[in-house]
T-cell receptor, first 111, second 111 residues
């Protein structure tokens, strides 16, 4: 059973601080990893994808991948109240053309 | 370029009624997916279609059927709705196990 695990939260972070979201996955052959943001009542929105070990930065977001530890993280710098949402981690399952989602971490940015 | 569209946006059914949820994408993706999301829960895969002409069961297929009508369209049918199928349904499309893009969702209530 392929699994993606996340702490459900809520994670409360003060405005302007760094929010750190973590995720582990069980399938060693996964090659693609994704972070989605989902606001309440809305559909998931892709914010980052990462395929290689190391860091990938896009604006205030940095995704980190460590394949040896089967660990993916998302850092949000200078957190804003608009970052308050549920963040879903996902890994690609190449032999079946689908991705496996974690259950999400709820992030709350307090002013 | 509309991305992924879903109809209807909202639906109320009585137990035992049937309905079909429609999904279309204009990104020329081969793969399409149907998920359900219950309050406070993650995404659960119902069915997916890795390519035109193929469909496969996901995690929670019971009570549902799907049709991949062509490359653009993937429909989900509830033959005899039950209260346990009250949920938000999301359609998504992708190129194999890579980034998935979601539609706006259908909010279904079965009374």
């Amino acid at each position: 059973q392929k699994e993606v695990e996340q702490n459900s939260g809520p994670l409360s972070v003060p405005e302007g601080a760094i929010a750190s979201l973590n995720c582990t996955y069980s399938d060693r052959v996964s090659q693609s990893f994704f972070w989605y943001r989902q606001y309440s009542g809305k559909s998931p929105e892709l914010i980052m994808s990462i395929y290689s070990n190391g860091d990938k930065e896009d604006g205030r977001f940095t995704a980190q991948l460590n394949k040896a530890s089967q660990y993916v993280s998302l850092l949000i710098r200078d957190s804003q109240p608009s970052d308050s949402a549920t963040y879903l981690c996902a890994s690609g399952y190449s032999s079946a053309s689908k991705i496996i989602f974690g259950s999400g971490t709820r992030l709350s940015i307090r002013p | 370029n509309a991305g992924v569209t879903q109809t209807p946006k909202f639906q109320v059914l009585k137990t035992g009624q049937s309905m079909t949820l429609q999904c279309a994408q204009d990104m020329n993706h081969n793969s399409m997916y149907w998920y359900r999301q219950d309050p406070g829960m993650g995404l659960r895969l119902i069915y997916y279609s890795a390519s035109e002409g193929t469909t496969d069961k996901g995690e929670v297929p019971n009570g549902y059927n799907v049709s991949r009508l062509n490359k653009r369209e993937f429909s989900l049918r509830l033959e005899s709705a039950a209260p346990s199928q009250t949920s938000v349904y999301f359609c998504a499309s992708s190129e194999a196990e890579y980034e998935q893009y979601f539609g706006p969702g259908t909010r279904l209530t079965v009374t």
